[in-house]
């Protein structure tokens, strides 16, 4: 919620746990987690989202923290990793979205800056997925092909 008379947005957000160590509370052994990364991978669910419904629904603060590994490299373990990064398919999507705002409403020049920026900021996640092969380097983003990725 904003600030009254500042005219700032508060600061208050989720936080991760401080203390370094695995509380108490958690009854999971490290297998079984894997297991139930691996199970909602299966279920199509995104890293973040199987991160959120393992906090919210069986009570796991953190999965670097039981099992020693991330939720990614659990995935890629087991091959169920998707061949476009979450975030990069995120931004993919809203220009997606954007592009269609402006086929119906040429005059918005807000969405056409808005536009130029996320595929900016797509240009750039690209360049630096290139540089640590997360994307093989002959990957191009086309607004053509790409529209076909997401659907």
């Given at each position: ?13 989720s ?16 297998k ?12 199509e669910?995104s ?11 069986y ?65 750039r ?27």
């Open positions: 919620m904003a600030r009254m008379y500042s005219r700032k947005k508060g600061k208050s957000k936080k991760r746990p401080t203390s370094r160590t695995l509380p108490t509370w958690v009854r999971y052994k490290p079984e987690v894997e297991l139930l990364i691996v199970k909602l991978a299966k279920e669910k890293p973040s989202q199987i991160g959120l419904f393992l906090r919210d629904t009570g796991i603060p953190d999965v670097k923290r039981l099992v020693g590994k991330k939720i990614t490299t659990i995935l890629k373990e087991h091959n169920l990793l998707q061949k476009i990064p979450e975030d990069l398919m995120a931004l993919i999507k809203k220009s997606i979205a954007e592009k269609k705002h402006l086929e119906e409403n040429k005059q918005d020049k807000v969405a056409k800056r808005g536009l130029q920026l996320t595929e900016a900021n797509i240009r996640l690209i360049k630096y997925y290139k540089k640590t092969k997360k994307l093989p380097i002959e990957w191009k983003y086309d607004t053509t092909t790409v529209a076909l990725l997401v659907e």
